[in-house]
């Protein structure tokens, strides 16, 4: 059975940087797209990012394009997100998915695999 596994969250204040990363077990991420997705507290899950499986193009939602980078190394089965000039609105749980064949990256529904979150606070 495939795992996802994401670590890197944590309290940081406005303005820092954090980088979350996944780590895939079980099965591979060859040929799979990776996602982020965010839960602020009260609200539904929304996308962040995603990363096609050749890592050759990346979609972003308007908040993240310009201060969130999604990166990924198939070799080492992982997927990164960079997160710099963070703000107290980018509070919430982040999760990283994964899916192949998807029409729609930014919907949540299309992912097969999900992790169980890290939760990242910015606040001063």
């Known amino acids: 059975q495939g795992q996802l596994v994401e670590s890197g969250g944590g309290l940081v204040q406005p303005g820092d940087s954090l980088r979350l990363s996944c780590a895939a077990s079980g099965f591979s991420l060859d040929y799979y797209t990776m996602g982020w997705f965010r839960q602020a507290p009260g609200k539904e899950r929304e996308f962040v990012a995603a990363?096609?499986?050749?890592?050759?193009?990346?979609y972003y939602e308007d908040y993240a394009k310009g201060r969130f980078i999604i990166s990924r190394d198939n070799a080492k089965n992982t997927a990164d997100l960079q997160m710099n000039s963070l703000k107290p609105e980018d509070t919430g749980v982040y999760y990283c998915?994964?899916?192949?064949?998807?029409?729609?990256?930014?919907?949540?529904?299309?992912?097969?695999?999900w992790g169980q979150g890290t939760r990242v606070t910015v606040s001063s």
């Open positions: 990363i096609e499986w050749n890592g050759g193009t990346a």
């Open positions: 998915s994964a899916v192949q064949g998807a029409t729609d990256f930014s919907r949540s529904y299309e992912y097969d695999y």
